[in-house]
């Protein structure tokens, strides 16, 4: 069973409402209500789609049928990224996936709205070859010193006992060991790396953890379900090579640490990142 087949076995069938965001792309937001649809359909499941006046006249003609026919429902809103959050706070829905909202305003209401400083966002890839594994950081501005990457692994090793999988981690740094003295950013790097894997093995000996240092094809080779980037640029780099370069895919992003499941995509992502995000905010509802 791999993680997706996870999430399938989780998701129950069970009245809910999602939320998701439009954005300003015609084919973005076509692509996000043809998914809404099918997903509404196969798993009794209502969606409301956030967005502004601009974004929601976009969509095609189609909408008027669909509209009559699924169990889709528009909320215009001048601010989409600040409803789609106070609906969930109000309890109007079960669960965010971002869609194709601007990705700084949205986190800047998740912030604001839910009090808390950082964000901690852990994303479902899957190689080309069709390997799946959770990865992170994915934000440009996440795990930048060693207690946030501390503090990130350990709310990933939590989520993934929740989906009774066993972790086995891999930390990324700038480099090979032996490159230390090439340049002070790459030697803060590795040994960063190296700290985070004695930190885990004092105070989690059974957990499989190894520093692959640089060689992320190591990662894969030796399947590790949980792969560290260095902190969020390259973490980001990563993603978007594999996603968008390399034929691999995403599953959405969830954002650890919150009592409501809000789940993150690109906004220029592609069907099974979208499907993805439907499905994992599913599974996490009763």
Same mark, same amino acid.
């Given at each position: ?54 974004? $929601? ?15 889709? $429902? ?20 079960? /669960? ?5 909202? +601007? +990705?700084?305003?949205?986190?800047? #209401?998740?912030?604001? #709205?839910?009090?808390?400083? $950082?964000?901690?966002? @852990? /994303? ?7 390997? $799946? ?21 350990? /709310?990933?090793?939590? @989520? ?68 560290? /980037?260095?902190? &969020? ?35 220029? &992502? ?7 995000? @439907? ?8």
């Amino acid at each position: 069973m791999n993680i997706i087949q996870r999430f399938e076995s989780l998701a129950s069938n069970n009245p809910k409402i999602l939320g998701i965001g439009l954005g300003t792309d015609i084919h973005q937001n076509d692509k996000i209500l043809t998914i809404s649809s099918k997903f509404a359909k196969s798993k009794n499941t209502t969606i409301f789609l956030f967005g502004d006046e601009n974004a $929601q006249n976009l969509f095609s003609k189609k909408m008027n049928s669909l509209l009559l026919k699924e169990k889709i $429902q528009l909320i215009k809103s001048d601010t989409p990224s600040k409803t789609i959050v106070e609906y969930l706070k109000e309890n109007k829905i079960n /669960a965010i996936i971002r869609g194709a909202l +601007s +990705s700084s305003k949205f986190l800047q #209401q998740v912030k604001t #709205q839910f009090k808390i400083d $950082q964000i901690k966002r @852990l /994303a479902l890839l899957e190689t080309h070859e069709g390997y $799946q594994f959770f990865y992170g950081p994915v934000g440009i501005d996440e795990c930048y010193d060693f207690d946030s990457k501390i503090q990130f692994i350990e /709310a990933a090793m939590h @989520l993934m006992s929740l989906l009774k999988i066993i972790p086995k981690v891999s930390i990324l740094s700038g480099g090979r060991e032996d490159d230390i003295g090439r340049m002070e950013a790459v030697d803060t790097s590795i040994r960063e790396a190296l700290a985070i894997v004695d930190y885990f093995k004092k105070n989690v000996p059974s957990l499989s953890l190894t520093h692959d240092h640089i060689l992320i094809e190591n990662a894969i080779k030796n399947k590790a379900n949980l792969i560290i /980037a260095p902190e &969020g640029i390259s973490g980001n780099l990563i993603y978007r090579t594999l996603v968008h370069l390399g034929g691999g895919k995403a599953h959405g992003a969830i954002y650890m640490g919150l009592n409501k499941p809000i789940i993150d995509t690109s906004r220029v &992502g592609h069907s099974s990142e979208i499907e993805g995000a @439907l499905l994992m905010a599913s599974a996490f509802l009763p």
